[in-house]
Every structure is written in structure tokens, then in C-alpha cells.
């Protein structure tokens, strides 16, 4: 079944403590982007890759780091997550020049809580 | 940059109702047009798109026109189910892979 799937699902932690939320897509897509959803704010752009090595910045990139080594992954990594990173996170590809632009897969959401 | 606007929610309608959801752009170019559904507990799912000035985009029920002239991309459906209860994005594209999201409406349908 063609997926994006994203870990974990539910996460409680601390300040400082460093995660990954892990992201995998099995439909060989080489865009791949990082959402985070909040109440009021609806979706915003964390970073994204236009292919494997490449990686960009959307519009809150601010205490995140990705990389992309291989094209069926993209992991998110928080260094030092603060409160203010408490959110649900989307992992979403879409797939390559020839589809139409926009069409993106979506996981099922990661919820993040940082006490 | 492009922006979108879209009606704010939450919008409450009974069972077999007239469903409008409004939506509008600004973009440079001539982007392609989105609506995008997040059923409670899920991750977001294309509903439907418009690629095109006058295209009609349709899916489950669910219509949207993209109408260059007003900018628009309105969302409707003739009769509503309980099961459409959900948060509905309007998202322009640039035309590359990159996505404007509106802040969502939700929407409730109820018996």
C-alpha cells in the first residue's frame, strides 16, 4: 500500500531533550516537506527536499533540522525542543516532475507535546 | 508571496445541506488550485484540484471552480452527510511542489 509513514505517533517529552520524528514514503517521490499544525495558524511549512542532498527552508524553520540521504526518508530532528514546539507535525511527498505539482501525500500526523 | 484566504469556521449544518466554503488567492502567475480534507485523527488528503482559469474541479460530491477573474476557488456541495465532518484547506500552488495552506475550516454536519 502506497504510504507515508510517520513516528512516532504520539510523544510526550522535555525541554532540551533531543528527538527525531521519522518519516518514510514507499511510493518513490522526490519531494518530500515537514508541516507543523496549529490551532489558529492551519498549516505552515517546516522544511522540505526537492530530492535526496537537498534540503530547504519553509517559512518556520526555526529550531528543526532535516537531511535527506536517501529518497524514502526525511526525518525532522528537534536539537533542543522548547514548549513553543509543542504541535502536531505532518510529513507529506509528492511525487516527480511530470505529475502535477500540489498533489501531496500526507502521514497521519505526529503529536508533539514538550513540557 | 502568494496568500489565501479562506472562510473561517467552524461551520455547523444538518444533514443534506447546501455547503459553501469560500476561498481566495493571490498569486502571481497562475497557480493550481487545491482543496485538501483532514478527517478527525487522520493527516490531509487531496479532495480535489483545478489546474486551469475555468477548470471544475470534483470529488465525493464536492465542486470548485477556479474562477481567474475573482480569484476564487469557492468549495460546494449540494447535500452534505455527516461523514463530510471534517476541516477543509484551500491551497494555491505556485506552480512548483510548494503549497499556500489556509488556516482551515472545520465543519460539522449534524444528523
Known amino acids: 500500500e502506497a504510504q507515508v509513514t510517520q513516528n512516532p505517533r504520539y510523544l510526550i517529552t522535555v525541554t532540551g531533550k533531543k528527538l527525531t520524528v521519522t518519516c518514510s514514503q514507499n511510493?518513490?517521490?522526490?519531494?518530500m516537506s515537514w508541516y507543523r499544525q496549529d490551532p489558529g495558524l492551519g498549516l505552515r511549512q517546516i522544511y522540505y527536499s526537492m530530492n535526496v542532498e537537498v534540503t530547504d527552508k519553509g517559512d518556520v524553520p526555526e529550531g528543526y533540522k532535516v537531511s535527506r540521504k536517501e529518497k524514502r526518508n526525511f526525518p525532522l530532528i528537534l536539537e533542543s525542543p522548547s514548549p513553543n514546539q509543542t504541535s502536531l507535525y505532518f510529513c507529506a511527498s509528492s511525487p516527480s516532475a511530470g505529475e502535477v505539482p500540489g498533489e501531496l501525500f500526507f502521514g497521519e500526523g505526529s503529536r508533539l507535546t514538550v513540557l | 508571496g502568494d496568500s489565501v484566504t479562506q472562510m473561517e469556521g467552524p461551520v455547523t449544518l444538518s444533514e443534506e445541506a447546501f455547503l459553501t466554503i469560500n476561498c481566495t488567492y493571490t498569486a502571481t502567475g497562475y497557480p493550481s488550485l487545491f482543496w485538501y480534507v483532514q478527517y478527525p485523527g487522520e493527516g490531509l488528503q487531496l479532495l480535489l484540484k483545478?489546474?486551469?482559469?475555468?477548470d471544475k474541479g470534483s470529488n465525493k460530491g464536492f465542486e470548485a471552480t477556479y474562477r481567474k477573474e475573482t480569484t476564487s476557488f469557492h468549495l460546494e456541495k449540494g447535500s452534505v452527510q455527516v461523514s463530510d465532518s471534517a476541516v477543509y484547506f484551500c491551497a494555491p500552488s505556485d506552480g512548483s511542489y510548494q503549497l499556500t495552506f489556509g488556516k482551515g475550516t472545520k465543519l460539522s454536519v449534524i444528523p
Open positions: 483545478a489546474t486551469k482559469a475555468d
Open positions: 511510493m518513490n517521490h522526490e519531494y
